[in-house]
């Protein structure tokens, strides 16, 4: 039968070298690795071969990816590989395009510092990477890249006001030759042209940006982060266009990217491009005491960035109430389940004692699932030595007031 015939065929193209991998977000079969952690407990090890395909790109991608190029029916035209009927003229241009060959047609100009989305990255990023390949075509021709590449970009976001939480319209300057990201509040430029005090400078050098789109509460929110006088310094901000959006995010990475090449020269592009921008290890709520241990524990919200672990009294406060080091075991900083067992006044049931050179900190979480969670960030973090910078970071934190 044609159709049969079709179907192996088709097959035959799929067991071709990177066709066993979705073609926009690397999701593969048979790995643990690309996992949620959730499934990881779980011990099941599911198979997630691209069962989709675009018949109009030649590409084959996961279920994930498919749903996204429904959005852009004027260039790519999905269909299940096995769910579905092909016939000969689809399976040809299977044959005759494939994720490989694919990639290497849109994907010959894509700048090193240019965010490349996983399965697991928020919509937003998945949507616009295949945007930028096949509808804009963003990675043949490096003058559309330019929003991003220019060194410069200006224009506005919605910026969380940091008392009464409204999000308001603000003009942002990104200057790499100043080496800062600056905002601006916008009747200073409407009507007082001479007031362009920035409201805030925030150096490339501290600079982090990550898609947060839970936490704010919209697709499209980013959490920028900066220190000033060592401190965490968060502002959150959307735009209403995505493609702005993720432009304005690759900017921000360029720019880190250009700072780290003049800081590290002789640097490899591998060993910059994880420094660009990186999303927190863990982010939840515990239960907090002071350094007395007995004052009662509080709610906090706590951000583990890297080696810094903040606790914010709302989410989306624009700074930690305060922040906490967190070195390596070599340098006697350990994670322990539970709590010491004359800790009173806690009421989430599921404690973690972290200690320190200085002290112990004693958190509680509301779950088991959270606790696990939150001592596997700890551990991770703990077992791995210190970089020679990061003896600097963990003396700041000893000589704050
Ligand atoms: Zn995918």
Same mark, same amino acid.
């Given at each position: 039968?044609? %159709?049969?015939?079709?179907?192996?065929?088709?097959?035959?193209?799929?067991?071709?070298?990177?066709?066993?991998?979705?073609?926009?977000?690397?999701?593969?079969?048979?790995?643990?690795?690309?996992?949620?952690?959730?499934?990881?407990?779980?011990?099941?090890?599911?198979?997630?071969? &691209?069962?989709?395909? %675009? *018949?109009? !790109?030649?590409?084959?991608?996961?279920?994930?990816?498919?749903?996204?190029?429904?959005?852009? &029916?004027?260039? %790519?035209?999905?269909?299940?590989?096995?769910?579905?009927?092909?016939?000969?003229?689809?399976?040809?241009?299977?044959?005759?395009?494939?994720?490989?060959?694919?990639?290497?047609?849109?994907? $010959?100009?894509?700048?090193?510092?240019?965010?490349?989305?996983?399965?697991?990255?928020?919509?937003?990023?998945?949507?616009?990477?295949?945007?930028?390949?096949?509808?804009?075509?963003?990675?043949?021709?490096?003058?559309?890249?330019?929003?991003?590449?220019?060194?410069?970009?200006?224009?506005?976001?919605?910026?969380?006001?940091?008392?009464?939480?409204?999000?308001?319209?603000?003009?942002?300057?990104? %200057?790499?030759?100043?080496?800062?990201?600056?905002?601006?509040?916008?009747?200073?430029?409407?009507?007082?042209?001479?007031?362009?005090?920035?409201?805030?400078?925030?150096?490339?050098?501290? !600079?982090?940006?990550?898609?947060?789109?839970?936490?704010?509460?919209?697709?499209?929110?980013?959490?920028?982060?900066?220190?000033?006088?060592?401190?965490?310094?968060?502002?959150?901000?959307?735009?209403?266009?995505?493609?702005?959006?993720?432009?304005?995010?690759?900017?921000?990475?360029?720019?880190?990217?250009?700072?780290?090449?003049?800081?590290?020269?002789?640097?490899?592009?591998?060993?910059?491009? &994880?420094? !660009?921008?990186?999303?927190?290890?863990?982010?939840?709520?515990?239960?907090?005491?002071?350094?007395?241990?007995?004052?009662?524990?509080?709610?906090?919200?706590?951000?583990?960035?890297?080696?810094?672990?903040?606790?914010?009294?709302?989410?989306?406060?624009?700074?930690?109430?305060?922040?906490?080091?967190?070195?390596?075991?070599?340098?006697?900083?350990? *994670? !322990?389940?539970?709590?010491?067992?004359?800790?009173?006044?806690?009421?989430?049931?599921?404690?973690?004692?972290?200690?320190?050179?200085?002290?112990?900190?004693?958190?509680?979480?509301?779950?088991?699932?959270?606790?696990?969670?939150?001592?596997?960030?700890?551990?991770?973090?703990?077992?791995?030595?210190?970089?020679? $910078?990061?003896?600097?970071?963990?003396?700041?934190?000893?000589?704050?007031?």
């Amino acid at each position: 039968m044609e %159709s049969e015939r079709n179907k192996r065929l088709l097959q035959d193209v799929l067991a071709r070298p990177g066709n066993d991998v979705c073609a926009d977000c690397g999701n593969a079969g048979l790995s643990s690795d690309f996992l949620e952690p959730e499934q990881e407990t779980l011990g099941q090890w599911e198979i997630r071969e &691209p069962d989709w395909a %675009s *018949v109009t !790109l030649g590409v084959f991608v996961c279920q994930g990816c498919s749903l996204l190029h429904r959005g852009i &029916p004027h260039i %790519s035209r999905v269909k299940s590989v096995q769910q579905e009927t092909w016939d000969a003229s689809e399976v040809e241009l299977m044959a005759a395009m494939g994720n490989e060959p694919a990639k290497a047609k849109y994907e $010959q100009k894509v700048p090193a510092f240019y965010y490349r989305p996983k399965h697991t990255d928020c919509k937003l990023l998945r949507e616009q990477w295949i945007r930028a390949r096949y509808e804009r075509n963003e990675f043949e021709f490096i003058e559309k890249q330019e929003p991003y590449s220019a060194g410069y970009r200006e224009g506005f976001l919605w910026k969380r006001g940091r008392d009464n939480g409204q999000f308001l319209s603000r003009k942002f300057i990104l %200057s790499e030759r100043e080496g800062a990201l600056k905002y601006f509040n916008k009747q200073d430029f409407v009507y007082l042209p001479q007031a362009r005090d920035p409201k805030a400078v925030m150096k490339i050098e501290t !600079l982090n940006a990550t898609f947060q789109p839970a936490k704010i509460g919209n697709p499209y929110g980013l959490q920028i982060t900066y220190l000033r006088d060592n401190s965490t310094r968060n502002i959150f901000v959307y735009h209403s266009d995505s493609k702005e959006m993720v432009d304005w995010f690759n900017a921000i990475r360029a720019a880190r990217f250009h700072y780290l090449q003049v800081a590290f020269p002789g640097a490899s592009d591998e060993e910059l491009v &994880p420094k !660009l921008t990186r999303s927190f290890m863990k982010e939840g709520f515990m239960e907090k005491t002071g350094p007395k241990h007995t004052e009662g524990f509080k709610k906090r919200w706590f951000t583990m960035d890297d080696r810094r672990l903040m606790y914010f009294k709302d989410p989306l406060d624009a700074y930690a109430r305060g922040e906490v080091f967190i070195g390596s075991k070599e340098n006697s900083y350990t *994670v !322990l389940p539970g709590l010491p067992t004359s800790t009173q006044g806690y009421h989430w049931n599921h404690g973690i004692t972290i200690v320190t050179p200085d002290r112990k900190f004693l958190f509680a979480c509301e779950t088991e699932a959270e606790q696990r969670d939150w001592i596997a960030a700890f551990q991770r973090v703990i077992n791995r030595p210190m970089r020679p $910078q990061e003896y600097a970071v963990e003396a700041h934190f000893k000589h704050k007031p």
